[in-house]
């Protein structure tokens, strides 16, 4: 049986934090206008405020795209609130985020440790926890939250779990245990991830592959060509008009 996050025919479309080459990254804006779309899956990330609130955010620090300074984890959610990305548009409590797009699927990344049980709170207290993957740069993170939110919770590949199933492409006796999909990049480190034995090692291991971030029509022509299960996204208009020129564009 799938899990319910991944109950969608044809390959999934992510908005990355919402489509952050169309609107302000991690805004309601953002998600409202990629849910507009037809997109029944986005993506974004979780940091908390020094007083305990997650929000939807990328950086550690308000600097880079907001119009105040600070760094969240030392800054009260009172603080926080006030500021403005791009300088127009508010940050989205997770909470909140979760209820105004009931029917929409969130693809999460906490942070750092400190989000983790937060983000398990807000996941229990919404009754969210069947309609989000899960996915961070730290494979303890993810345990953590499988120990505290159950084996129900889908979960992708942390470093650790997405090397182990690049050994297994390549034919090593190895596999990556409790995790659902494999959520990377075209290349790190200099390393091609994203092959066709990659790929195919993972469909024969019941797991999906999703890719980010690309905004390119001919890059998401030739994964979706590898067999990839899911594009994330900057750009979701444009990511829209490519799935609709190969017939595979899907909103239901």
Known sequence: MRHPYFEHDGPLAI???GGAGDHPENTERAFRHAVDLGFTHVETDV??????????????????????????????WSEVRRARVAGTDEICRLDELLDTFPDTR?????????????LADVLRRTGAVRRVCVGAFSDRR??????????????????????????????FPVRPKNAMVAQVPVRS??????????????????MHVHVWTIDDPREMKRLLGLGVDGIMTDRPELLRATYETLGVWNSA
Do not use: W, Y
């Open 15 to 17: 908005a990355h934090r």
């Open 189 to 206: 480190t200099g390393i091609t991830v994203v092959t066709q034995r990659f790929v195919d090692a993972a469909h024969r291991l019941g």
């Open 47 to 76: 940091h908390v405020t020094a007083d305990g609130v997650a929000i939807a955010f990328h950086d550690d620090v308000l600097d880079r795209v907001t119009d105040r300074t600070g760094t969240i984890a030392e800054l009260p």
């Open 142 to 171: 993810l345990d953590r939250l499988r120990a505290m939110l159950g084996d129900g919770l889908c979960t992708g590949t942390g470093p650790r779990r997405t090397l182990l199933l690049v050994l297994n492409s390549l034919r």
């Open 106 to 118: 969130f693809n999460l990344d906490p942070k750092h440790d400190a989000a983790v049980a937060p």
